[in-house]
């Protein structure tokens, strides 16, 4: 049974897709096309990648913020103010004549999309009853985020080079409308909270500012490197923010992140392995996409295509997902989708110089993806475990940001050791030997991934708590046994 019958909830699921889809869609397209984009509008080699960072950095330095402001105001108003913002600000990037427009629409672009991710998730988990209705809700959810983020790289490379890449920003258009056309067929406004809480200005403040600076001074390691003052610096200052902002919360009655939720093992745990499977997969496009253009001299074109298969795997391996987690727990999918993942990461630590797609790429590709699938699915539903409606938003803003800094983390890690392998060096047997040992450790993180699996996350599946005031009681978060 759906938890509020004036809902459409195939219209919720399809909105949440649809925005989610060019979310993840935004993060990869543009990849492909920077040397299209440093021609054309005549970027200095060090500020090119601001093209890709300013979206991660925005992204996840809101995502907590967009989150609680989904339970405070309305999951369906923020979702389509981000939409919104997304919608203008690519429009904007589209027609940028200069650096530092398309770098501000860029920053746009992030920060409506930490609007609408958690907006997303969240408008699924109260729309959807937890059990087998909601874990294919979300299946579906997952499948679309990951083909997102593997055909960004299909569409990049296809777009750049027969329509131009300012087409990698106006491609999202036409997706945002269709996701805002969806809300007045059946997303309803929801109710307003009995009593209003005001939003946690001083924890909206030292989140949005630790997220940032710690996404800000990793993703610079690129240019500055891991010893320079000025990572170090950053990041220092990022800790301290981040542990001022642990203990505010601890003592604001209306927190921004409520502590207490993190006691679930399903909710701790979830987000520890989300933020590890995020940074092989994020790892795996990188070094993977690098690996077909460096090495194999393939095309944008052909590199893009030749990501199909990857994006074909995760959504079979989420469809197989689904069908288990919906009887069972989501930790029998995890467990082995994770150990799955990283065999076909091992497997492609093993590329050669001399190799080719159909030797080096397509069989781990299939392996890798089916596995990362069988990972995206549950640990949806494994985050959202438990939550109580009011605390939807906290919990999908919560999630999302230990995505998107797994990903930003353990990309500039890998990427930082993997050229410090490589050295100075163009050869393509270096880039390989470079490439190879950060699928190798990518490969390692997820097996650590399988490991928080099996040793945090629960055996039981949860029940919907019954809220307490503002708060879930946190005793009843390990649930009744399946």
Known sequence: ???????????????????????ALDMSVVNVALPAIRTDLGFAPLDLSW?????????????????????????????VLGLTVFGLCSLAGGLAQAPWQLIAARAGQGLGAAAVAPAALAMLTTTFTEGPERVRALGVW???????????????????EYAGWRWVMLINLPIVVAALALIPAGVPAGTSPARRERLDGLGAVLATGGVGLLVLGVVRTDTLGWGSPVTWATLAVAAVLLGMFVFAESRVAAPLLRLGLLHSRWVAGANVLVFLAAAGQFTAFYFVSLYMQQVLGMGAAATGTAFLPFSLGLVAGTIVATRITAARTPRVSLVPGALLAAAGLAW???????????????????VTSVGAGLVLAPVAAAATSGVAPHEAGMASGLMNSSRQLGGAIGLAALATISAHHTGTTTDPAALNDGYALGLAI?????????????????????VTLRPQSTALADDQLEGTPS
Do not use: W
């Open 142 to 160: 997952s499948a679309v985020n990951a083909a997102g983020g593997a055909l960004g790289v299909l569409a990049g490379g296809l777009l750049t």
């Open 348 to 366: 492609f630590a093993l590329i050669s110089p001399d190799g080719s797609f159909l030797t080096d790429v397509l069989g781990p590709s299939l």
């Open 442 to 462: 990518a490969a390692a993180i997820f097996v650590l991934a399988a490991v928080v699996a099996i040793g945090v996350l629960p055996r039981r599946r949860t």
């Open 1 to 23: 049974m759906y938890k509020n019958t004036r809902e459409r909830p195939g219209v919720v699921l399809a909105a949440a897709a649809v925005a989610q889809f060019v979310v």
């Open 51 to 79: 093209v890709v960072h300013v979206y991660a950095l925005t992204f996840g330095g809101f995502l907590l913020l967009g989150g609680r402001a989904c339970d405070l105001y309305g999951r369906r108003r923020m979702f």
